[in-house]
């Protein structure tokens, strides 16, 4: 078979690569996913391999569950078990799986090896996460405000804890729709400050140092682990540094009555977050999770298949 280039395909690496209109037909079409309303198999003779340089649970499952719900089929590629663990270039990588599958998904530390798979490949490449961003992730949580609170329109989004690539992402969706958002990070674990500067052009989003501040009169809660995969060298200076900033109840309090907590998860319980928090009624995170299927059926149905939106 000749190979053809497809020169038209669309990468998924931050959520800005998405309009805001895009975005928004983006949630429509998984939210009809979500409501099992979505019977099409627009991936029927299709592939994605994924790609994990780090651990994963959600991510692995949603992305292979969820291709094989739209009728494709998934491989999950291990450093262990593949080239690029032994020093292949993650170019000739790109080249080599473009000419057998029809998407990539890849996890891994660098964002530039993301951006780097994404110029030598010839179809869609997916962030499954980076030190930098997690798009997918972000797009689920925007997907469980829109399920709980009807949407993000005039709301208030508090972070609380490490400016990580959870924080540059929802720092990107500020930027893309609009909302306030205040994040409360320690001194010296600030978000990345050209994401920062870019969403300060369209959102109000700010920094702040005082947990309360940024909670108070919030619409959504989140937070994170305080040390990240590939930070583990760190975790007890990164303990230090964090004390102060689990989202207990008391800080809860201070957000709307009818706030939701979320949290990508894998969560510490006792560091960043309570475990009457994370286990209690203003909960969200076993949604936010689900709905990484949903989301990720979607943006793969566009990307790989070329599904209209919406
Ligand atoms: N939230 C998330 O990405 O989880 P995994 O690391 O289990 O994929
Ligand atoms: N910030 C975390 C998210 C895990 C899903 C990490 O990068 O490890």
Sequence with gaps: MTHRPNGMHRDFLAIPDFSAQELGELF???DT?????YTEHPLAGKSLAMIFMKSSTRTRVSFEVGTWHLGGHALFLSPRDIQLGRGEPIADTARVLSRY??????????HAEV?????YADVPVINGLTDLLHPCQVLADLLTVRQHLGGWAGKRVAWIGDGNNMANSWINAAYRLGFELRLACPEGYDPDAKILARAQTTAVVKIVRDVAEAVDGADVVNTDVWASMGQEEEQERRM???AGFTVTSKLMAKAKRDAIFLHCLPAHRGEEVAADVIDGPQSRVWDEAENRLHVQKAVMAILMAGNKQG
Excluded: H, P
């Design 28 to 30: 429509q079409l998984a």
């Design 33 to 37: 996913m979500r409501r099992g309303q």
């Design 101 to 110: 599958v029809d998407g990539i998904m890849i996890r891994t530390f660098a």
């Design 115 to 119: 951006e780097e798979l994404a110029k």
């Design 240 to 242: 230090r540094a964090f």
